[in-house]
């Protein structure tokens, strides 16, 4: 059992939307319940580090593999959404400048005395008509791609507040199941301290009940000898 492995145990029972309790982890992860105990404090150690990591922290869940639903894969996926999206835009705007360059180039007035110019000159404008046609349907298709990339950029951007939220809960929820076991395990020594006392009280008066039966089989042998 170690800390990732407490981790694990933490976000698969959000994931699962159970409630997260020091007994519930206990179950997932195997264990002496009281040896868990110094384990989560640790865990809760490392997730409240790293709500303060930095971007070189980032850098370093981008290298581990990210769990899906977690916080590390959220984090990793929003900046290559993110490039997705600029190079769709790239994309999009270098087709715009194509499209815009080859409309300026029309060819010229339709000539009117060469019919076999006129022909020409057709075959021309239905040749460029068609590559126009060609890239504003690529132009449209490629719009839509930009749309689609910024919308998965921003979900990920949302995954990963909702996610932090979520950790944050599970941290506060995990404090709180800490401080119940605490309290439970500071009855249950109480109550072990009491019963110590108990069992001390009780093996002085069997030794004192001992002790007077000792003297008085000594009383009796002493009584029967003088009759």
């Not at 170690?2 to 939307?17: F, H, M």
Request: proline residues 2%.
């Amino acid at each position: 059992m170690d800390i990732t492995t407490i981790e694990e145990a933490i976000e698969s029972l959000q994931a699962r939307g159970e409630k997260i309790t020091a007994r519930a982890i206990q179950r997932m992860v195997g264990g002496s319940y009281r040896d868990l105990l110094p384990r989560l404090r640790a865990v809760r150690a490392a997730m409240d580090v790293t709500d303060d990591a930095d971007d070189a922290d980032d850098a370093d869940d981008a290298d581990n593999e990210a769990l899906p639903g977690t916080i590390a894969e959220a984090r990793h996926r929003y900046p290559a959404a993110c490039q997705a999206e600029q190079a769709a835009q790239r994309a999009y705007e270098s087709l715009m400048m194509r499209w815009r360059e080859l409309r300026s180039q029309a060819p010229a007035t339709e000539p009117t005395t060469d019919v076999e110019g006129v022909h020409t000159w057709r075959l021309a404008v239905a040749a460029h008509q068609e590559r126009l046609t060609e890239l504003h349907l690529a132009l449209e298709h490629q719009g839509e791609v930009v749309r689609r990339c910024a919308l998965e950029a921003e979900h990920w951007r949302q995954e990963i507040s909702r996610r932090e939220v979520g950790a944050a809960r599970a941290r506060q929820r995990l404090a709180e199941a800490e401080a119940r076991a605490h309290l439970i395990y500071a009855e249950a020594e109480r109550k072990e301290q009491d019963a110590a006392l108990l069992l001390a009280a009780a093996h002085r008066e069997h030794q004192q009940a001992d002790a007077a039966v000792r003297q008085a089989e000594a009383d009796l042998r002493r009584f029967g000898a003088e009759e």
